[in-house]
Protein backbone atom coordinates (compact mmCIF):
# COMPACT_ATOMS: atom_id res chain seq x y z
CA UNK A 1 0.00 0.00 0.00
CA UNK A 2 1.61 3.34 -0.71
CA UNK A 3 1.88 6.40 0.65
CA UNK A 4 -2.09 7.89 -1.70
CA UNK A 5 -3.51 5.02 -0.78
CA UNK A 6 -2.76 5.64 2.88
CA UNK A 7 -3.61 9.09 2.73
CA UNK A 8 -6.92 8.21 1.03
CA UNK A 9 -8.70 5.58 3.86
CA UNK A 10 -7.12 7.70 6.76
CA UNK A 11 -9.25 10.62 5.07
CA UNK A 12 -12.14 8.44 5.00
CA UNK A 13 -11.89 7.87 8.39
CA UNK A 14 -11.45 11.10 9.46
CA UNK A 15 -14.86 12.40 7.37
CA UNK A 16 -16.77 8.88 8.88
CA UNK A 17 -15.57 9.69 12.28
CA UNK A 18 -16.48 13.52 12.01
CA UNK A 19 -19.58 12.70 10.31
CA UNK A 20 -20.67 10.09 13.36
CA UNK A 21 -20.36 12.57 15.76
CA UNK A 22 -22.09 15.54 14.73
CA UNK A 23 -25.25 12.35 14.26
CA UNK A 24 -24.79 11.68 17.74
CA UNK A 25 -23.50 15.00 19.49
CA UNK A 26 -24.52 17.57 17.10
CA UNK A 27 -27.37 19.19 19.52
CA UNK A 28 -25.08 19.31 22.73
CA UNK A 29 -22.09 21.61 22.69
CA UNK A 30 -19.12 21.64 24.13
CA UNK A 31 -18.91 25.22 25.04
CA UNK A 32 -20.69 25.37 28.18
CA UNK A 33 -16.98 24.47 29.95
CA UNK A 34 -14.98 26.95 28.47
CA UNK A 35 -13.80 29.89 30.94
CA UNK A 36 -16.42 32.89 29.33
CA UNK A 37 -19.12 30.37 30.29
CA UNK A 38 -18.57 29.30 33.53
CA UNK A 39 -18.26 33.06 34.71
CA UNK A 40 -21.44 34.00 32.78
CA UNK A 41 -23.15 31.21 34.47
CA UNK A 42 -21.50 31.68 37.69
CA UNK A 43 -22.87 35.49 37.46
CA UNK A 44 -26.62 34.60 36.53
CA UNK A 45 -26.41 31.82 39.23
CA UNK A 46 -25.18 33.41 42.07
CA UNK A 47 -28.22 36.29 41.30
CA UNK A 48 -27.24 40.09 40.06
CA UNK A 49 -27.80 43.03 42.21
CA UNK A 50 -27.23 46.57 40.67
CA UNK A 51 -24.58 48.69 42.83
CA UNK A 52 -26.25 51.39 44.75
CA UNK A 53 -23.71 54.35 41.88
CA UNK A 54 -24.63 52.46 39.39
CA UNK A 55 -28.84 53.10 40.23
CA UNK A 56 -27.59 56.82 40.55
CA UNK A 57 -26.31 57.43 37.83
CA UNK A 58 -28.78 55.14 35.39
CA UNK A 59 -32.10 54.85 36.99
CA UNK A 60 -33.55 53.36 34.09
CA UNK A 61 -31.15 50.57 33.96
CA UNK A 62 -33.21 46.92 35.72
CA UNK A 63 -31.58 43.75 36.38
CA UNK A 64 -33.19 41.79 33.65
CA UNK A 65 -31.32 44.84 31.11
CA UNK A 66 -27.80 43.70 32.63
CA UNK A 67 -28.85 39.80 31.80
CA UNK A 68 -29.91 40.16 28.52
CA UNK A 69 -26.23 41.41 28.25
CA UNK A 70 -24.89 38.38 30.14
CA UNK A 71 -26.60 35.95 27.91
CA UNK A 72 -24.46 37.81 25.07
CA UNK A 73 -21.60 38.75 26.24
CA UNK A 74 -18.09 38.15 26.00
CA UNK A 75 -15.79 38.68 29.06
CA UNK A 76 -13.04 40.55 29.04
CA UNK A 77 -9.68 38.80 30.65
CA UNK A 78 -7.25 41.28 29.94
CA UNK A 79 -9.47 44.39 31.30
CA UNK A 80 -10.59 42.06 34.42
CA UNK A 81 -9.09 40.93 37.95
CA UNK A 82 -9.79 37.20 38.27
CA UNK A 83 -7.06 37.00 40.37
CA UNK A 84 -8.02 39.73 42.72
CA UNK A 85 -10.19 39.69 45.98
CA UNK A 86 -12.99 39.95 45.45
CA UNK A 87 -12.41 38.26 41.61
CA UNK A 88 -14.23 41.07 38.79
CA UNK A 89 -14.92 40.57 35.55
CA UNK A 90 -15.65 43.11 32.25
CA UNK A 91 -18.25 41.19 30.06
CA UNK A 92 -18.84 43.28 26.45
CA UNK A 93 -21.03 42.98 23.50
CA UNK A 94 -21.50 44.20 20.12
CA UNK A 95 -25.13 46.29 20.59
CA UNK A 96 -26.72 48.49 18.53
CA UNK A 97 -26.47 52.37 18.87
CA UNK A 98 -27.73 53.31 23.06
CA UNK A 99 -28.18 49.97 24.02
CA UNK A 100 -26.01 48.46 27.22
CA UNK A 101 -22.68 48.00 25.91
CA UNK A 102 -20.49 46.72 28.78
CA UNK A 103 -21.00 45.78 32.35
CA UNK A 104 -18.38 45.51 35.19
CA UNK A 105 -19.64 42.88 37.82
CA UNK A 106 -18.22 41.34 41.33
CA UNK A 107 -18.27 38.18 42.09
CA UNK A 108 -19.63 38.71 46.17
CA UNK A 109 -20.41 35.36 48.13
CA UNK A 110 -24.20 36.03 48.45
CA UNK A 111 -24.69 37.91 44.80
CA UNK A 112 -23.01 39.42 41.92
CA UNK A 113 -22.41 43.15 42.13
CA UNK A 114 -22.51 45.41 39.34
CA UNK A 115 -20.09 48.45 39.81
CA UNK A 116 -20.16 50.29 36.16
CA UNK A 117 -21.88 50.40 32.97
CA UNK A 118 -21.16 51.87 29.57
CA UNK A 119 -23.59 52.27 26.85
CA UNK A 120 -23.03 52.23 22.89
CA UNK A 121 -22.26 55.67 21.61
Known amino acids: MNFWQRLSRFGIGIVLGIGLSLYFFGGRGCGSWLPSAQIRTSVVEGGLQLSEEVIAQHPEISVS ?57
Open 65 to 121: DVLALVSVADVDFAGSGPRETPQWYVLRADVAPGDLREVEVVLADTASVVRRVAFQE
